[in-house]
Protein backbone atom coordinates (compact mmCIF):
# COMPACT_ATOMS: atom_id res chain seq x y z
CA UNK A 1 0.00 0.00 0.00
CA UNK A 2 1.26 3.57 -0.85
CA UNK A 3 2.77 4.82 2.44
CA UNK A 4 1.51 7.78 2.60
CA UNK A 5 -2.37 6.41 2.43
CA UNK A 6 -0.74 4.46 4.84
CA UNK A 7 0.00 7.07 7.23
CA UNK A 8 -3.20 8.91 6.70
CA UNK A 9 -5.45 5.61 7.45
CA UNK A 10 -3.34 5.01 10.83
CA UNK A 11 -3.32 8.68 11.95
CA UNK A 12 -7.09 8.45 11.07
CA UNK A 13 -7.54 5.59 12.88
CA UNK A 14 -5.65 6.46 15.93
CA UNK A 15 -7.92 9.76 15.94
CA UNK A 16 -11.37 7.80 16.27
CA UNK A 17 -9.95 5.35 18.74
CA UNK A 18 -8.77 8.63 21.10
CA UNK A 19 -12.14 10.12 20.23
CA UNK A 20 -13.46 9.74 23.57
CA UNK A 21 -10.62 10.10 25.79
CA UNK A 22 -10.64 12.46 28.23
CA UNK A 23 -9.34 15.82 27.83
CA UNK A 24 -6.73 17.90 29.68
CA UNK A 25 -6.41 21.80 29.24
CA UNK A 26 -9.21 21.97 26.81
CA UNK A 27 -7.32 20.09 24.09
CA UNK A 28 -8.13 16.44 23.14
CA UNK A 29 -5.56 13.65 24.38
CA UNK A 30 -4.52 11.51 21.82
CA UNK A 31 -1.91 9.06 20.91
CA UNK A 32 -0.59 10.78 17.55
CA UNK A 33 -1.22 13.27 15.57
CA UNK A 34 -0.34 14.02 11.48
CA UNK A 35 -0.61 16.31 9.12
CA UNK A 36 0.23 17.02 5.54
CA UNK A 37 -0.05 19.28 2.76
CA UNK A 38 1.02 19.88 -0.88
CA UNK A 39 4.43 20.29 0.47
CA UNK A 40 4.90 18.04 3.95
CA UNK A 41 3.54 15.23 5.61
CA UNK A 42 4.28 14.60 9.50
CA UNK A 43 3.20 12.07 12.58
CA UNK A 44 3.80 13.04 15.80
CA UNK A 45 3.78 9.89 18.64
CA UNK A 46 4.02 10.00 21.94
CA UNK A 47 7.00 7.98 22.09
CA UNK A 48 10.42 9.59 21.63
CA UNK A 49 11.79 10.60 19.26
CA UNK A 50 8.20 12.02 18.53
CA UNK A 51 8.43 12.81 14.98
CA UNK A 52 7.45 8.83 13.73
CA UNK A 53 7.15 9.98 9.79
CA UNK A 54 8.51 13.05 7.66
CA UNK A 55 8.83 13.48 4.28
CA UNK A 56 8.63 16.94 2.05
CA UNK A 57 7.61 17.78 -1.63
CA UNK A 58 9.60 21.24 -2.35
CA UNK A 59 7.79 21.53 -5.49
CA UNK A 60 4.37 20.87 -3.49
CA UNK A 61 3.27 18.13 -5.61
CA UNK A 62 2.81 15.91 -2.96
CA UNK A 63 5.08 13.29 -3.79
CA UNK A 64 5.47 12.44 -0.09
CA UNK A 65 5.99 8.68 -0.35
CA UNK A 66 9.33 8.27 1.69
CA UNK A 67 9.68 8.58 5.30
CA UNK A 68 12.90 9.88 5.92
CA UNK A 69 13.10 9.50 9.56
CA UNK A 70 14.15 6.43 11.31
CA UNK A 71 12.72 5.25 14.14
CA UNK A 72 12.46 2.44 16.39
CA UNK A 73 9.83 1.81 19.29
CA UNK A 74 11.30 0.09 22.34
CA UNK A 75 10.26 0.14 25.91
CA UNK A 76 12.82 2.59 27.01
CA UNK A 77 11.20 5.33 24.83
CA UNK A 78 10.33 8.10 26.59
CA UNK A 79 6.39 8.54 26.69
CA UNK A 80 4.98 11.89 26.28
CA UNK A 81 1.51 13.27 25.95
CA UNK A 82 -0.22 14.37 23.00
CA UNK A 83 -2.61 17.13 22.92
CA UNK A 84 -4.95 17.94 19.78
CA UNK A 85 -5.67 21.87 19.59
CA UNK A 86 -7.42 21.53 16.11
CA UNK A 87 -6.58 19.71 13.13
CA UNK A 88 -3.73 21.82 12.16
CA UNK A 89 -2.35 22.72 15.81
CA UNK A 90 -1.09 20.04 18.63
CA UNK A 91 1.16 20.51 22.12
CA UNK A 92 3.34 17.91 23.37
CA UNK A 93 3.94 17.71 27.38
CA UNK A 94 5.42 15.59 29.62
CA UNK A 95 2.93 13.78 31.55
CA UNK A 96 1.46 15.94 34.79
CA UNK A 97 2.92 19.30 32.92
CA UNK A 98 1.18 22.32 33.14
CA UNK A 99 -0.57 23.42 30.32
CA UNK A 100 1.89 26.39 30.18
CA UNK A 101 5.34 24.03 29.51
CA UNK A 102 6.23 21.88 26.88
CA UNK A 103 6.05 22.13 22.76
CA UNK A 104 3.16 23.12 20.34
CA UNK A 105 3.03 22.67 17.03
CA UNK A 106 1.45 24.56 14.01
CA UNK A 107 0.84 23.51 10.57
CA UNK A 108 0.11 25.51 7.63
CA UNK A 109 0.58 24.82 4.11
CA UNK A 110 4.29 25.39 3.32
CA UNK A 111 4.95 26.46 7.56
CA UNK A 112 5.51 24.50 10.48
CA UNK A 113 5.88 26.92 13.26
CA UNK A 114 7.16 24.99 16.81
CA UNK A 115 7.48 26.48 19.71
CA UNK A 116 9.02 25.53 23.40
CA UNK A 117 7.91 27.21 26.68
CA UNK A 118 9.90 26.66 29.81
CA UNK A 119 8.07 26.49 33.41
CA UNK A 120 10.14 23.66 35.51
CA UNK A 121 12.64 21.03 34.99
CA UNK A 122 9.63 19.01 33.60
CA UNK A 123 10.18 20.66 30.77
CA UNK A 124 10.81 18.54 27.37
CA UNK A 125 14.52 19.66 26.31
CA UNK A 126 14.80 18.99 22.82
CA UNK A 127 12.09 18.04 19.89
CA UNK A 128 14.73 15.53 17.50
CA UNK A 129 14.93 15.06 13.76
CA UNK A 130 16.47 11.74 13.38
CA UNK A 131 17.23 10.93 9.40
CA UNK A 132 17.76 7.41 8.28
CA UNK A 133 21.07 8.38 5.70
CA UNK A 134 19.58 4.68 3.91
CA UNK A 135 16.71 7.11 3.27
CA UNK A 136 17.88 10.45 2.50
CA UNK A 137 21.00 12.27 3.18
CA UNK A 138 19.34 15.05 4.62
CA UNK A 139 22.02 17.80 5.44
CA UNK A 140 21.51 21.39 7.80
CA UNK A 141 23.51 24.15 5.87
CA UNK A 142 24.46 26.72 8.29
CA UNK A 143 27.70 28.29 10.39
CA UNK A 144 28.43 26.09 12.62
CA UNK A 145 29.65 27.46 16.09
CA UNK A 146 31.51 24.65 17.26
CA UNK A 147 31.15 20.95 16.32
CA UNK A 148 27.80 19.44 16.55
CA UNK A 149 26.49 23.64 16.53
CA UNK A 150 24.89 24.97 13.97
CA UNK A 151 23.94 28.44 14.03
CA UNK A 152 19.71 30.02 12.84
CA UNK A 153 19.46 30.81 10.70
CA UNK A 154 20.15 27.51 8.42
CA UNK A 155 18.34 25.61 5.60
CA UNK A 156 17.58 21.26 5.82
CA UNK A 157 17.97 20.00 2.71
CA UNK A 158 16.38 16.40 1.07
CA UNK A 159 18.33 15.39 -1.84
CA UNK A 160 15.89 14.43 -4.07
CA UNK A 161 12.48 15.91 -1.99
CA UNK A 162 13.03 19.40 -1.19
CA UNK A 163 14.24 21.98 1.39
CA UNK A 164 12.97 23.93 4.46
CA UNK A 165 14.54 27.27 5.41
CA UNK A 166 15.22 27.58 9.39
CA UNK A 167 14.60 30.69 11.74
CA UNK A 168 14.51 31.62 15.15
CA UNK A 169 12.53 34.18 16.83
CA UNK A 170 16.03 35.04 18.66
CA UNK A 171 19.50 33.54 18.50
CA UNK A 172 20.14 30.12 18.66
CA UNK A 173 21.92 27.19 17.96
CA UNK A 174 20.61 23.66 17.11
CA UNK A 175 22.43 20.75 17.60
CA UNK A 176 23.49 18.76 14.43
CA UNK A 177 25.05 15.52 13.97
CA UNK A 178 25.64 12.55 11.71
CA UNK A 179 26.77 9.24 12.13
CA UNK A 180 28.15 5.86 9.47
CA UNK A 181 30.18 4.13 12.15
CA UNK A 182 29.09 0.78 13.01
CA UNK A 183 26.15 1.03 10.62
CA UNK A 184 24.55 3.83 12.55
CA UNK A 185 23.31 5.74 9.58
CA UNK A 186 22.13 8.48 10.74
CA UNK A 187 21.82 12.47 10.67
CA UNK A 188 19.92 14.00 13.55
CA UNK A 189 18.85 17.98 13.92
CA UNK A 190 17.53 18.95 17.53
CA UNK A 191 15.96 21.91 17.92
CA UNK A 192 16.88 22.26 21.99
CA UNK A 193 13.99 23.62 24.36
CA UNK A 194 13.41 26.67 26.36
CA UNK A 195 15.23 27.10 29.70
CA UNK A 196 15.18 29.60 32.96
CA UNK A 197 17.32 32.22 30.52
CA UNK A 198 14.86 31.75 27.81
CA UNK A 199 11.51 30.81 28.87
CA UNK A 200 10.47 30.94 24.94
CA UNK A 201 11.72 29.81 21.91
CA UNK A 202 9.75 29.45 19.04
CA UNK A 203 11.24 28.17 15.12
CA UNK A 204 9.52 28.75 12.21
CA UNK A 205 10.15 25.89 8.83
CA UNK A 206 9.56 27.14 5.51
CA UNK A 207 9.25 24.64 2.40
CA UNK A 208 11.29 25.71 -0.56
CA UNK A 209 13.34 25.04 -3.59
CA UNK A 210 16.74 27.18 -3.93
CA UNK A 211 17.86 27.72 -7.30
CA UNK A 212 18.84 30.03 -9.69
CA UNK A 213 16.19 31.31 -12.34
CA UNK A 214 16.34 31.13 -16.17
CA UNK A 215 13.61 31.28 -18.80
CA UNK A 216 11.43 27.43 -18.99
CA UNK A 217 13.08 26.97 -15.36
CA UNK A 218 9.42 26.04 -14.04
CA UNK A 219 9.04 23.28 -16.88
CA UNK A 220 8.68 19.68 -16.24
CA UNK A 221 11.84 18.59 -17.11
CA UNK A 222 13.55 20.71 -14.53
CA UNK A 223 12.29 19.65 -11.92
CA UNK A 224 14.84 17.61 -10.61
CA UNK A 225 16.89 21.07 -10.89
CA UNK A 226 14.61 22.68 -9.17
CA UNK A 227 14.44 20.26 -6.06
CA UNK A 228 18.31 19.38 -5.94
CA UNK A 229 20.40 22.37 -6.86
CA UNK A 230 21.43 22.50 -3.24
CA UNK A 231 22.91 18.48 -3.39
CA UNK A 232 26.28 19.65 -3.77
CA UNK A 233 26.41 20.91 -0.26
CA UNK A 234 26.26 19.41 2.60
CA UNK A 235 27.89 19.40 5.83
CA UNK A 236 29.92 17.29 7.62
CA UNK A 237 28.44 18.13 11.37
CA UNK A 238 31.64 16.51 13.49
CA UNK A 239 34.11 18.67 11.23
CA UNK A 240 32.06 21.85 10.11
CA UNK A 241 32.89 21.21 6.86
CA UNK A 242 31.72 20.51 3.15
CA UNK A 243 32.17 16.69 2.83
CA UNK A 244 31.18 13.87 0.28
CA UNK A 245 27.67 13.98 2.32
CA UNK A 246 26.99 14.32 6.09
CA UNK A 247 28.19 11.15 6.79
CA UNK A 248 30.79 10.89 5.28
CA UNK A 249 34.55 11.87 4.39
CA UNK A 250 35.66 15.96 3.62
CA UNK A 251 37.60 16.12 0.48
CA UNK A 252 40.10 19.01 -0.34
CA UNK A 253 40.36 17.83 -3.51
CA UNK A 254 36.80 18.32 -4.48
CA UNK A 255 35.37 21.49 -2.52
CA UNK A 256 36.69 23.75 -5.59
CA UNK A 257 33.50 22.02 -7.43
CA UNK A 258 31.46 23.40 -4.44
CA UNK A 259 32.85 26.74 -5.02
CA UNK A 260 32.03 26.97 -8.37
CA UNK A 261 28.80 25.85 -7.81
CA UNK A 262 28.53 28.40 -4.55
CA UNK A 263 29.67 31.63 -7.13
CA UNK A 264 25.89 31.01 -8.75
CA UNK A 265 23.66 29.95 -6.03
CA UNK A 266 20.70 32.45 -4.56
CA UNK A 267 21.26 33.55 -0.62
CA UNK A 268 20.23 30.36 1.57
CA UNK A 269 18.28 31.54 4.16
CA UNK A 270 18.57 35.72 5.60
CA UNK A 271 21.74 37.04 5.31
CA UNK A 272 23.25 32.85 4.95
CA UNK A 273 25.26 33.07 1.82
CA UNK A 274 26.43 29.34 0.16
CA UNK A 275 29.51 31.54 0.45
CA UNK A 276 29.46 31.42 3.49
CA UNK A 277 29.27 28.00 3.63
CA UNK A 278 32.66 27.93 1.79
CA UNK A 279 34.07 30.38 3.64
CA UNK A 280 33.87 28.15 7.22
CA UNK A 281 34.72 25.02 5.25
CA UNK A 282 38.12 26.72 3.26
CA UNK A 283 38.79 28.11 7.24
CA UNK A 284 38.91 24.58 8.54
CA UNK A 285 41.80 23.69 5.97
CA UNK A 286 43.41 26.97 6.73
CA UNK A 287 43.40 26.05 10.15
CA UNK A 288 45.28 22.73 9.62
CA UNK A 289 42.43 20.36 9.23
CA UNK A 290 43.70 17.26 7.03
CA UNK A 291 40.54 16.20 4.70
CA UNK A 292 40.83 13.34 2.62
CA UNK A 293 43.80 13.87 -0.21
CA UNK A 294 46.20 15.57 2.18
CA UNK A 295 48.92 14.33 3.69
CA UNK A 296 48.44 13.00 7.16
CA UNK A 297 44.07 13.43 7.31
CA UNK A 298 43.30 9.76 9.00
CA UNK A 299 44.43 11.58 11.92
CA UNK A 300 41.39 13.93 11.98
CA UNK A 301 39.14 11.05 11.72
CA UNK A 302 40.15 9.12 14.49
CA UNK A 303 37.98 10.55 17.01
CA UNK A 304 35.17 11.64 14.90
CA UNK A 305 32.89 8.20 15.23
CA UNK A 306 32.37 8.25 11.63
CA UNK A 307 35.01 5.80 10.37
CA UNK A 308 34.63 2.51 10.97
CA UNK A 309 38.42 1.86 10.80
CA UNK A 310 41.92 3.50 10.24
CA UNK A 311 43.07 4.01 6.85
CA UNK A 312 46.72 2.22 7.07
CA UNK A 313 47.67 3.13 3.67
CA UNK A 314 50.51 5.77 3.10
CA UNK A 315 49.37 9.52 1.90
CA UNK A 316 51.43 12.10 0.04
CA UNK A 317 48.97 14.96 -0.77
CA UNK A 318 46.83 13.82 -3.85
CA UNK A 319 48.22 16.05 -6.76
CA UNK A 320 44.77 17.91 -6.93
CA UNK A 321 44.25 18.91 -3.68
CA UNK A 322 46.35 21.77 -3.24
CA UNK A 323 45.06 23.20 -6.80
CA UNK A 324 41.67 22.57 -5.25
CA UNK A 325 42.04 24.25 -2.43
CA UNK A 326 43.71 27.56 -3.87
CA UNK A 327 40.80 27.75 -6.17
CA UNK A 328 38.43 27.64 -3.45
CA UNK A 329 39.99 30.35 -1.74
CA UNK A 330 40.17 32.39 -4.84
CA UNK A 331 36.45 31.79 -5.50
CA UNK A 332 35.12 32.62 -2.30
CA UNK A 333 37.67 36.13 -2.87
CA UNK A 334 36.25 36.73 -5.72
CA UNK A 335 32.46 36.06 -5.15
CA UNK A 336 32.59 38.00 -1.73
CA UNK A 337 34.78 40.74 -2.66
CA UNK A 338 35.95 40.15 0.44
CA UNK A 339 39.38 42.03 0.33
CA UNK A 340 40.33 41.80 4.13
CA UNK A 341 39.58 38.08 4.42
CA UNK A 342 42.21 37.79 1.03
CA UNK A 343 44.98 39.75 3.14
CA UNK A 344 44.80 38.08 6.16
CA UNK A 345 44.69 34.15 4.42
CA UNK A 346 46.79 35.29 0.93
CA UNK A 347 49.83 34.07 2.62
CA UNK A 348 48.50 30.67 3.20
CA UNK A 349 46.94 30.35 -0.15
CA UNK A 350 49.94 31.54 -1.83
CA UNK A 351 52.11 28.80 0.18
CA UNK A 352 49.49 25.99 -0.87
CA UNK A 353 50.01 26.71 -4.98
CA UNK A 354 54.11 27.16 -4.23
CA UNK A 355 53.88 23.95 -2.40
CA UNK A 356 52.24 22.20 -5.52
CA UNK A 357 54.79 23.77 -8.23
CA UNK A 358 57.31 22.42 -6.21
CA UNK A 359 56.37 19.47 -8.16
CA UNK A 360 57.21 20.57 -10.72
CA UNK A 361 60.45 18.18 -10.39
CA UNK A 362 61.67 18.13 -14.11
CA UNK A 363 61.12 22.26 -14.56
CA UNK A 364 58.91 21.76 -17.94
CA UNK A 365 56.00 23.15 -16.17
CA UNK A 366 54.17 19.85 -15.52
CA UNK A 367 53.90 18.79 -11.49
CA UNK A 368 54.78 15.38 -11.06
CA UNK A 369 53.25 12.58 -8.57
CA UNK A 370 55.93 10.46 -7.09
CA UNK A 371 53.97 7.80 -7.81
CA UNK A 372 55.61 6.63 -10.90
CA UNK A 373 52.55 5.58 -13.05
CA UNK A 374 54.29 2.97 -14.58
CA UNK A 375 52.32 -0.23 -15.56
CA UNK A 376 52.61 -2.85 -12.95
CA UNK A 377 54.52 -0.48 -10.34
CA UNK A 378 51.04 0.48 -8.15
CA UNK A 379 52.28 0.37 -4.43
CA UNK A 380 49.37 -1.09 -2.56
CA UNK A 381 50.24 1.05 0.49
CA UNK A 382 49.88 3.97 -1.23
CA UNK A 383 46.90 5.28 -3.02
CA UNK A 384 47.13 6.82 -7.22
CA UNK A 385 47.41 10.64 -7.28
CA UNK A 386 43.58 11.97 -7.78
CA UNK A 387 40.24 11.75 -7.24
CA UNK A 388 40.44 8.55 -9.21
CA UNK A 389 41.55 6.87 -6.32
CA UNK A 390 41.52 2.95 -7.60
CA UNK A 391 42.77 3.93 -10.88
CA UNK A 392 46.96 3.97 -11.49
CA UNK A 393 47.44 7.38 -11.97
CA UNK A 394 51.13 8.76 -11.24
CA UNK A 395 53.80 11.26 -12.65
CA UNK A 396 52.28 13.66 -15.26
CA UNK A 397 48.30 13.37 -14.12
CA UNK A 398 46.74 15.45 -17.09
CA UNK A 399 43.28 15.32 -14.41
CA UNK A 400 45.64 16.87 -11.71
CA UNK A 401 47.53 19.34 -14.38
CA UNK A 402 44.37 20.74 -15.48
CA UNK A 403 43.31 21.45 -12.35
CA UNK A 404 46.75 23.30 -11.33
CA UNK A 405 46.21 25.63 -13.85
CA UNK A 406 42.94 27.12 -13.34
CA UNK A 407 44.28 27.39 -9.84
CA UNK A 408 47.55 29.64 -11.49
CA UNK A 409 45.33 31.47 -13.32
CA UNK A 410 43.03 32.14 -10.32
CA UNK A 411 45.73 33.30 -8.12
CA UNK A 412 47.01 35.35 -10.37
CA UNK A 413 43.64 37.24 -10.94
CA UNK A 414 43.60 37.43 -7.05
CA UNK A 415 46.62 38.58 -6.29
CA UNK A 416 46.22 41.29 -8.70
CA UNK A 417 43.15 42.31 -6.65
CA UNK A 418 45.71 42.36 -4.13
CA UNK A 419 47.81 44.71 -5.86
CA UNK A 420 50.15 41.66 -5.09
CA UNK A 421 51.57 42.34 -9.16
CA UNK A 422 54.89 40.20 -8.69
CA UNK A 423 52.98 37.30 -7.82
CA UNK A 424 50.14 37.64 -10.24
CA UNK A 425 53.23 37.73 -12.75
CA UNK A 426 55.15 34.68 -11.58
CA UNK A 427 51.91 32.37 -11.17
CA UNK A 428 51.23 33.59 -14.90
CA UNK A 429 54.46 32.45 -15.98
CA UNK A 430 53.75 29.32 -14.50
CA UNK A 431 50.59 28.90 -16.14
CA UNK A 432 52.32 29.61 -19.22
CA UNK A 433 54.58 27.45 -19.35
CA UNK A 434 52.38 24.74 -17.79
CA UNK A 435 50.13 25.27 -20.83
CA UNK A 436 52.97 25.11 -23.31
CA UNK A 437 53.96 21.33 -21.96
CA UNK A 438 50.04 19.91 -21.24
CA UNK A 439 48.88 19.00 -24.76
CA UNK A 440 51.93 18.11 -26.37
CA UNK A 441 52.83 16.03 -23.53
CA UNK A 442 49.38 14.06 -22.83
CA UNK A 443 48.20 14.08 -26.40
CA UNK A 444 48.39 10.58 -28.14
CA UNK A 445 48.00 10.86 -31.85
CA UNK A 446 46.85 7.45 -32.05
CA UNK A 447 43.66 8.27 -30.53
CA UNK A 448 43.41 11.44 -31.21
CA UNK A 449 42.33 11.83 -27.42
CA UNK A 450 44.45 12.98 -24.54
CA UNK A 451 45.80 10.23 -22.46
CA UNK A 452 45.24 10.18 -18.16
CA UNK A 453 48.91 10.23 -17.53
CA UNK A 454 52.48 9.66 -18.60
CA UNK A 455 54.48 7.53 -16.26
CA UNK A 456 58.29 8.05 -15.53
CA UNK A 457 58.94 5.36 -17.95
CA UNK A 458 57.89 7.57 -20.75
CA UNK A 459 54.76 5.70 -21.60
CA UNK A 460 51.41 7.80 -22.42
CA UNK A 461 48.15 5.44 -20.40
CA UNK A 462 45.25 6.90 -22.37
CA UNK A 463 42.06 5.08 -22.06
CA UNK A 464 39.61 7.11 -23.70
CA UNK A 465 39.67 9.07 -20.54
CA UNK A 466 36.05 11.35 -21.04
CA UNK A 467 36.72 13.47 -17.87
CA UNK A 468 40.42 14.33 -18.20
CA UNK A 469 39.79 15.23 -21.88
CA UNK A 470 36.46 17.35 -20.96
CA UNK A 471 38.28 19.34 -18.33
CA UNK A 472 41.20 20.11 -20.65
CA UNK A 473 38.70 21.65 -23.07
CA UNK A 474 37.33 23.32 -20.08
CA UNK A 475 40.32 24.76 -19.14
CA UNK A 476 41.84 26.13 -22.07
CA UNK A 477 44.40 23.50 -22.83
CA UNK A 478 43.19 22.38 -25.87
CA UNK A 479 43.89 24.26 -29.17
CA UNK A 480 40.78 25.91 -30.25
CA UNK A 481 42.12 24.29 -33.39
CA UNK A 482 41.73 20.43 -32.13
CA UNK A 483 38.68 20.67 -29.44
CA UNK A 484 36.04 19.47 -32.05
CA UNK A 485 38.03 16.74 -33.22
CA UNK A 486 38.97 15.65 -29.76
CA UNK A 487 35.03 15.70 -28.44
CA UNK A 488 33.68 14.09 -32.13
CA UNK A 489 36.97 11.14 -31.65
CA UNK A 490 34.87 10.68 -27.90
CA UNK A 491 31.76 10.96 -29.06
CA UNK A 492 32.22 8.33 -31.34
CA UNK A 493 34.32 5.73 -29.60
CA UNK A 494 31.69 6.11 -26.64
CA UNK A 495 29.05 5.43 -29.70
CA UNK A 496 30.97 2.21 -30.37
CA UNK A 497 31.61 0.85 -26.56
CA UNK A 498 27.81 1.05 -26.87
CA UNK A 499 26.76 3.77 -24.24
CA UNK A 500 23.62 5.30 -24.83
CA UNK A 501 21.64 5.72 -21.87
CA UNK A 502 23.00 9.23 -20.23
CA UNK A 503 20.61 9.16 -17.18
CA UNK A 504 22.83 6.97 -16.03
CA UNK A 505 25.14 10.05 -16.23
CA UNK A 506 28.40 9.55 -18.10
CA UNK A 507 31.22 6.76 -17.73
CA UNK A 508 34.78 7.74 -16.60
CA UNK A 509 36.59 5.77 -19.47
CA UNK A 510 35.45 4.11 -22.56
CA UNK A 511 37.35 1.39 -22.56
CA UNK A 512 38.49 -1.20 -19.76
CA UNK A 513 41.88 -0.48 -18.02
CA UNK A 514 44.49 -3.01 -17.94
CA UNK A 515 45.10 -4.73 -14.84
CA UNK A 516 48.67 -3.79 -14.37
CA UNK A 517 47.44 -0.06 -14.54
CA UNK A 518 44.66 -0.66 -11.57
CA UNK A 519 45.49 0.42 -8.28
CA UNK A 520 42.38 -1.58 -6.47
CA UNK A 521 42.52 -5.40 -7.78
CA UNK A 522 39.17 -6.36 -6.20
CA UNK A 523 36.72 -7.04 -8.34
CA UNK A 524 34.12 -4.54 -5.93
CA UNK A 525 36.15 -1.93 -6.63
CA UNK A 526 36.66 -2.34 -10.21
CA UNK A 527 39.73 -4.17 -10.72
CA UNK A 528 39.74 -7.14 -13.29
CA UNK A 529 41.40 -10.70 -12.65
CA UNK A 530 42.06 -10.69 -16.92
CA UNK A 531 45.55 -8.54 -17.55
CA UNK A 532 43.32 -6.52 -19.81
CA UNK A 533 40.52 -5.32 -17.66
CA UNK A 534 37.63 -6.17 -19.16
CA UNK A 535 35.73 -8.93 -16.85
CA UNK A 536 35.23 -5.77 -14.53
CA UNK A 537 34.95 -3.42 -16.84
CA UNK A 538 31.54 -1.01 -16.18
CA UNK A 539 32.20 -1.42 -12.16
CA UNK A 540 32.93 1.65 -10.05
CA UNK A 541 35.70 3.56 -11.65
CA UNK A 542 36.47 1.46 -13.89
CA UNK A 543 34.65 2.79 -16.82
CA UNK A 544 31.39 2.73 -14.31
CA UNK A 545 28.79 5.67 -15.28
CA UNK A 546 28.16 8.19 -12.62
CA UNK A 547 27.14 11.93 -12.96
CA UNK A 548 30.37 12.77 -11.31
CA UNK A 549 32.64 14.98 -13.54
CA UNK A 550 29.95 15.23 -16.17
CA UNK A 551 29.63 19.12 -15.74
CA UNK A 552 33.02 19.43 -17.93
CA UNK A 553 31.76 17.05 -20.29
CA UNK A 554 28.28 19.38 -20.70
CA UNK A 555 30.88 22.45 -21.05
CA UNK A 556 33.37 21.28 -23.03
CA UNK A 557 30.69 19.62 -25.47
CA UNK A 558 29.33 23.27 -25.82
CA UNK A 559 32.48 24.41 -26.55
CA UNK A 560 33.20 22.09 -29.49
CA UNK A 561 29.84 22.92 -31.07
CA UNK A 562 28.05 19.98 -30.83
CA UNK A 563 24.70 21.13 -29.58
CA UNK A 564 23.18 17.89 -30.75
CA UNK A 565 25.42 15.62 -28.68
CA UNK A 566 24.87 18.47 -25.84
CA UNK A 567 21.01 18.02 -25.68
CA UNK A 568 21.60 14.30 -25.61
CA UNK A 569 23.47 14.54 -22.39
CA UNK A 570 21.48 17.52 -20.64
CA UNK A 571 17.91 15.55 -21.05
CA UNK A 572 19.49 12.41 -20.10
CA UNK A 573 21.12 13.50 -16.56
CA UNK A 574 18.00 15.60 -15.99
CA UNK A 575 16.16 12.77 -16.32
CA UNK A 576 18.25 10.57 -13.96
CA UNK A 577 18.17 13.37 -11.47
CA UNK A 578 14.40 14.00 -11.81
CA UNK A 579 13.87 10.08 -11.25
CA UNK A 580 16.20 10.58 -8.02
CA UNK A 581 18.69 7.96 -9.41
CA UNK A 582 22.11 9.39 -8.14
CA UNK A 583 20.56 8.26 -4.51
CA UNK A 584 20.01 5.45 -2.53
CA UNK A 585 20.97 1.70 -2.65
CA UNK A 586 20.35 -1.34 -4.79
CA UNK A 587 20.39 -3.50 -1.95
CA UNK A 588 23.81 -3.69 -0.58
CA UNK A 589 25.30 -1.42 -3.53
CA UNK A 590 24.57 2.08 -4.10
CA UNK A 591 23.60 4.40 -7.05
CA UNK A 592 26.11 6.46 -7.47
CA UNK A 593 27.52 3.77 -9.65
CA UNK A 594 26.76 2.17 -12.41
CA UNK A 595 27.17 -0.22 -15.00
CA UNK A 596 25.73 0.61 -18.58
CA UNK A 597 23.23 -1.62 -17.85
CA UNK A 598 21.83 -0.01 -14.68
CA UNK A 599 23.30 -2.46 -12.00
CA UNK A 600 24.64 -0.20 -9.00
CA UNK A 601 28.38 -0.47 -7.87
CA UNK A 602 28.81 2.47 -5.99
CA UNK A 603 29.34 2.96 -1.67
CA UNK A 604 28.21 6.26 -0.89
CA UNK A 605 24.84 6.23 -0.94
CA UNK A 606 24.82 10.16 -1.89
CA UNK A 607 27.83 11.08 -3.47
CA UNK A 608 27.74 15.03 -3.97
CA UNK A 609 30.64 16.03 -6.46
CA UNK A 610 28.56 14.98 -9.13
CA UNK A 611 25.58 17.78 -8.89
CA UNK A 612 27.77 20.56 -10.34
CA UNK A 613 26.62 19.76 -13.45
CA UNK A 614 23.32 21.28 -12.51
CA UNK A 615 25.61 24.28 -13.18
CA UNK A 616 25.98 23.31 -16.34
CA UNK A 617 21.88 23.34 -17.30
CA UNK A 618 21.69 26.32 -16.50
CA UNK A 619 22.06 28.28 -19.53
CA UNK A 620 22.97 31.52 -17.74
CA UNK A 621 26.41 29.50 -16.81
CA UNK A 622 29.23 30.98 -18.72
Not at 14 to 29: C, K, V, Y
Amino acid sequence: MDILKQFNINWGLAILLTSLSPTLFGAERVHDFGYSSDYYAIQLVEKAPYIKFFSVDGLGKRVLTKNTIKWKEDNDNEVVEIHKISDSEVEIHNSGSSNNEGWSFKFEEKKIVITSTYQSQNSLKSIDFIFDKRENHATLLGLMAERNKTHIPAVLHFPDMGTFQIVADQPVEITYDANRKNKSNYISVSLPGADEKRKSISYTLTCTTIYPKFPGVEAEKYEGFRRNYLNLFQINPRLQVIANNSCSDPCAFTLFLSSMLALKTPPLVGSLTALDLLRMSIEQYLSGMKGYGLEGYNSEWENTGIISKPDTSKHDSYLDSYPSLVISACNYIKGSNDKKWGEKYYPMITGWMDNQMKRDHDNNGLVEDKRSGNSGAQDQTMRPANWWDTIGFGHEDAFSNAITYDALIQLSQIARKLNKKEDAQRYERHAEKLKDSYFKTFYNPATGVLAGWKSSDGKLHDYWFLYVNSMAVYYNLVPESKIRGVMEALWKKMEEAGFVDFSLGVPGNLVSIRREDYYHHDPRWGGGEKEDGSDAFQRYENGGASLNWSYFTLKALKKAGMNRELEQVTDGILQGIRNGDFQGYCGLMAKDWKTWNGECWGYEGFLCDGYLALLAINPKDK
